[in-house]
């Protein structure tokens, strides 16, 4: 079946090094995918998004890359921080601005 | 600060007993979700709601039922609550247009069945 899923669990990157955080899916008619956050003890949170009219989009400290072709998506941080320990979801909106979320990526910064 | 919340941080249940969990947003948004997220399975969606006293059921409805008698609240409702259902259960809300960065979680309930 369909689905939106990520490649690797968990992720340790050093402090101050850019991390990349990937997700694979497997509708090619999706045409819309979001990135959300979520740290300890709260709910998922907005990073960014992306239409797949587009191969790239920046945010603040934040980019996502979309590779329509291979159906792939990332999600790289530039010089990661503290802060950013956190899990993180690519998701796919449906009907009713319905989401399905892949299982996430824990990513661990190393002070 | 707009905001979804969920009444409790923390619930302990016996097995057997009915559990109300309850999410109130303050955003006027049409649509409401409930979801349950486990280690390894992310969020699974159990009910959603487009309207008030409308429901539809998610991918994994079993067990559970919803209650919009309000449009600011949304209620899960497990009738017997059973040990496969501890889980943390998060509420979400979304304008019915609009884009979905409008998509606002709740902190989440922890529910512990006993």
């Known amino acids: 079946g369909e689905s939106v899923g990520l490649h690797l669990p968990t992720l340790s990157v050093q402090e101050g090094d850019n991390s990349i955080i990937n997700c694979a899916y497997s509708?090619?008619?999706?045409?819309?995918f979001i990135w959300y956050k979520q740290e300890s003890g709260k709910g998922p949170q907005f990073i960014i998004d992306?239409?797949?009219?587009?191969d790239k989009r920046q945010g603040q400290r934040v980019t996502v890359l979309l590779n329509k072709t291979v159906k792939h998506l990332s999600l790289q941080i530039a010089a990661t921080q503290p802060g950013d320990s956190a899990v993180y979801f690519c998701?796919?909106?449906?009907?009713?601005?319905?989401?399905?979320f892949g299982t996430g990526t824990k990513l661990q910064v190393i002070p | 600060d707009v905001k979804v919340t969920q009444s409790s941080r923390y619930l302990v249940k016996r097995t057997g007993e009915k559990v109300f969990l309850e999410c109130v947003q303050d955003?006027?948004?049409?649509?409401m979700f409930w979801y349950r997220q486990d280690p390894g399975l992310g969020l699974r969606l159990i009910y959603f709601?487009?309207?008030?006293?409308?429901?539809e059921k998610g991918d994994i409805p079993e067990g559970y039922s919803v209650s919009r008698e309000k449009k600011e609240r949304f209620s899960l409702i497990l009738e017997s609550a059973s040990t496969n259902q501890t889980s943390m259960y998060l509420c979400?809300?979304?304008?019915?247009?609009?884009?979905?960065?409008?998509?606002?979680f709740g902190s989440g309930t922890r529910l512990t069945v006993v």
């Open positions: 979400a809300s979304s304008p019915r247009r609009g884009p979905s960065y409008g998509y606002t």
């Open positions: 509708n090619s008619a999706s045409d819309y």
């Open positions: 992306i239409r797949s009219n587009m």
């Open positions: 998701a796919e909106p449906g009907g009713y601005q319905k989401v399905t």
């Open positions: 955003m006027d948004h049409e649509n």
């Open positions: 709601s487009y309207d008030v006293k409308m429901k």
